[in-house]
């Protein structure tokens, strides 16, 4: 990915919040066709120094098979994004651009089909997106979930790779940028409303009083 220096994200940390607060990402493989691409939630975990990234496809998606193939691939966690207007600077001589957050993990993958595995797997991503849920998937018959695991094939991927980049207008003016804030973080999208609250966590803009 191209990162100008000014819109690399150095801590390692913020890189990671960013992949967990946006967790519908893209993973991309290469195959001998070209590439190939599924858009799926995944899980991001840390443990002993090394960064995981895991998840399950539908047995029937052909992706688990291009990783058993060539199991070297990237993730792709996209955030918010906006429009952000040349009305927004203080000279008339600029254009607008588009502010975003965007983060590529490139890794190697392994796939599993054991029913432990899988488990593991979901109650990951259930824990995750609706805890609640592991109630009822625990009451459910044995012939029910054995049948649902039955159609899924779960993937871990060990990161060797992290490529952070926020692109949000850290190269102009501090007033400029909070121009930039307080055009975007009224906005009913968001996704717009979105980047303005990145770009505050990232302490962008002037700072207000009592902040």
Not at 5 to 34: C, K, Q
Not at 42 to 49: D, Y
Not at 99 to 114: D, E, I, L, M, P
Not at 145 to 162: C, D
Request: aromatic share 10%.
């Amino acid at each position: 990915m191209y990162i100008p220096e000014h819109f690399r994200v150095h801590d390692h940390a913020d890189a990671i919040a960013f992949m967990r607060a946006n967790p519908f990402a893209i993973l991309v493989s290469i195959t001998d066709d070209g590439p190939f691409a599924t858009h799926l939630p995944v899980f991001v975990q840390q443990e002993e120094g090394r960064l995981l990234i895991r998840g399950h496809v539908a047995k029937a998606n052909p992706h688990w098979r291009h990783l058993e193939m060539h199991p070297t691939c990237m993730t792709i966690f996209h955030g918010p994004h906006a429009y952000v207007s040349a009305s927004n600077y203080v000279t008339r001589e600029n254009v607008p651009t588009w502010n975003y957050g965007a983060v590529h993990v490139h890794g190697s993958a392994r796939v599993f089909a054991a029913p432990e595995d899988l488990q593991g797997v979901l109650h990951q991503l259930i824990g995750t997106f609706e805890p609640a849920y592991a109630e009822q998937w625990g009451s459910l018959t044995d012939a029910y979930r054995e049948g649902m695991l039955s159609h899924i094939v779960g993937f871990e991927i060990a990161v060797t790779k992290v490529e952070a980049k926020f692109k949000l207008s850290q190269n102009r003016t501090k007033e400029e940028q909070t121009n930039v804030i307080t055009s975007l973080e009224k906005a009913e999208d968001t996704a717009i409303s979105g980047v303005s609250r990145l770009m505050k966590q990232q302490k962008l803009g002037v700072k207000k009083e009592g902040e």
